[in-house]
């Protein structure tokens, strides 16, 4: 019989439920950010907030138990840095740093590349609505944030999709200014 058997088994057992309750916080932080994000647009701030509440308190759940499985919670941090991108620029008219939202570099980036499209759809929103002025101002945070990281080049081990997010950021951002200029054009007639 191999030896400490009984212990290695117990070990893994901990391991695989620390595992499963990383990855279900993971699936409610993705949830609540995603329903966070829902009610920002809908200019809901009050029923936000309380889910931004709620989404702090998933993420300080999760923290807590996911160490030695970060690759299998990346997507609910790039998801919680996306809302709150979000919720700051709408909010505060202004881009978070790494460090005020607690993320690593990789969930940072990967989120703030997805905050483009949610800053297009604000964009077209504001248009709709005839607030020309708001949609170049979301126009200028996609063009910063595209521009910010078009010099970055790394493993997709590293930085997993981040070529792709690049790619539809760009897409994004010249479907937002061909928008804009038919609109202005349109506006001079």
Do not use: C
């Amino acid at each position: 019989m191999i030896p400490d058997i009984d212990k290695i088994e117990k070990r893994l057992l901990e391991l695989e439920s620390a595992r499963d309750k990383a990855m279900q916080l993971s699936r409610e932080l993705i949830r609540t950010a995603g329903r966070a994000i829902t009610l920002l647009h809908a200019r809901d701030i009050k029923g936000a907030n309380a889910l931004f509440k709620k989404l702090e308190e998933n993420r300080s759940q999760l923290r807590k138990v996911e160490k030695g499985f970060e690759y299998h919670t990346l997507q609910a941090h790039q998801e919680y840095t996306e809302a709150m991108a979000l919720r700051s620029i709408i909010t505060s008219r202004r881009i978070p740093d790494a460090a005020s939202l607690g993320e690593e570099a990789a969930p940072y980036l990967l989120g703030i590349m997805d905050v483009v499209g949610e800053l297009k759809r604000e964009a077209f929103e504001a248009m709709r609505n005839n607030r020309l002025g708001d949609a170049k101002l979301y126009y200028s945070f996609m063009l910063d944030i595209y521009d910010s990281t078009l010099h970055m080049r790394f493993a997709s081990s590293m930085l997993p999709d981040f070529r792709r997010k690049q790619d539809s950021a760009r897409i994004q951002i010249e479907g937002t200014i061909n928008e804009i200029i038919y609109l202005e054009a349109r506006g001079k007639k």
